[in-house]
């Protein structure tokens, strides 16, 4: 495939700029900031836990959000790491909605919290009115109603019937994908699903619904899914003693379904509130545990693919100029003619 450098005036490329510019002016980021399912899902896919970073690079890129992702990646990928976090337990999540679709009761109760998932999706013109004092008592309230680690894990009732993972239970065997690329076949589970929660939520609802479909080996059920605010902890760097240094947004699911005589679970965890991704990202691990051949269970296939940032490159990079393949395409024509 041949390429070519192509040289273009620097005043036209200037103003071209100035025009993207121009764009943008006039749109205030405290606005940006109020589209939390849009900040969340940067962030999530960027791999960068910043809200205000996530209204930037949304900003900037006019609401293209996997080119904000994109923004956001490249940042996070100049920042020094100065450590880890220690292991975070969605136990001790400050949970604002947690609901079951294999049970009806179960500990704690069901807490619908705000979704529209039980309303019907009409546009409704009302919403068009700005209200700031309202959006800030909505938020307080949200804050107020939270069960802080009180709420027990569904599964922990079925572990007669669950067939345990083999985990790497040490930071140290934790795959880091943002320094090793990741090993086929067969990479450790960790890389799989940090790969997974990065991922474009489109690719994994696309992978995911073709698994429900009949074109993948998992059908699940909902065993517990929640939202709420996460506790990060860090070793402190003097006393060595674990501290909590603040908390995210997250969403965590697992899903359940049957292999031979015993339950297997699918997990999903991601940046914010995005129940839609964490719900396929659970569906694609439990896919990934089977491995009968299907699209959603060849873990290169699923893996390489839901990057939504690495696929906008590789697709946009179209736009480039191409004039010598493209010439050598109609040589070959013309020789095949005569």
């Known amino acids: 495939m041949g390429f070519i450098a192509v040289r273009v005036d620097p005043e036209k490329i200037e103003k071209a700029e100035k025009l993207l510019k121009r764009k943008i002016q006039g749109i205030p980021t405290e606005y940006i900031k109020r589209l939390t399912f849009a900040i969340d899902k940067v962030m999530g896919e960027a ?67 705000a979704t529209r998932d039980y309303s019907l999706r009409l546009l409704d013109d009302s ?56 090993i086929f076949p067969n990479p450790p589970r960790s890389a799989v699903l940090q790969s997974l929660t990065m991922g474009e939520e489109g690719a994994l609802l696309m992978l995911a619904y073709s698994s429900l479909r009949g074109y993948g080996p998992v059908h699940p059920t909902i ?46 965890l991601v940046f914010g509130f995005n129940e839609r991704k964490a719900i396929s990202m659970a569906i694609l691990d439990r ?15 699923v893996l390489y693919h839901i990057d939504g940032v690495d696929a906008m490159g590789f697709v946009e990079h179209l736009k480039l100029p191409h004039y010598i393949f493209f010439a050598s395409i109609i040589d070959r024509i013309k020789k095949v003619n005569k």
Do not use: W
Not at 55 to 63: E, K, N
Not at 164 to 176: F, V
Not at 244 to 255: D, F, L, P, S
Not at 287 to 301: I, Y
């Open 223 to 268: 065993l517990e899914l929640r939202q709420g605010y996460l506790p990060i902890k860090i070793k402190h760097p003097v006393t060595g003693k674990v501290v909590r240094v603040g908390e995210i947004r997250a969403t965590e699911c697992e899903v359940i379904s049957q292999e031979k005589e015993k339950l297997k679970i699918g997990y999903g």
């Open 127 to 182: 919403c068009d009115i700005e209200n700031e004092e309202g959006e800030k008592e909505v938020i307080s309230e949200e804050h107020k109603v939270t069960f802080d680690g009180k709420l027990p894990k569904v599964k922990d009732y079925l572990k007669d019937y669950l067939e345990t993972i083999d985990e790497e239970n040490t930071k140290e065997s934790l795959y880091d994908i943002t320094k090793e690329p990741l």
């Open 47 to 113: 791999g960068l836990y910043s809200e205000d970073l996530a209204a930037l690079a949304i900003r900037q890129s006019l609401g293209d959000l996997i080119e904000a992702s994109f923004m956001l990646r490249s940042f996070k990928n100049t920042i020094r790491r100065i450590g880890y976090s220690e292991p975070s337990d969605c136990r001790e999540m400050r949970v604002i909605r947690r609901i079951s679709s294999a049970f009806k009761d179960i500990p704690g109760g069901q807490i619908l919290g």
């Open 287 to 301: 896919c990934l545990q089977v491995k009968d051949g299907t699209p959603a269970s060849d873990e290169e296939f």
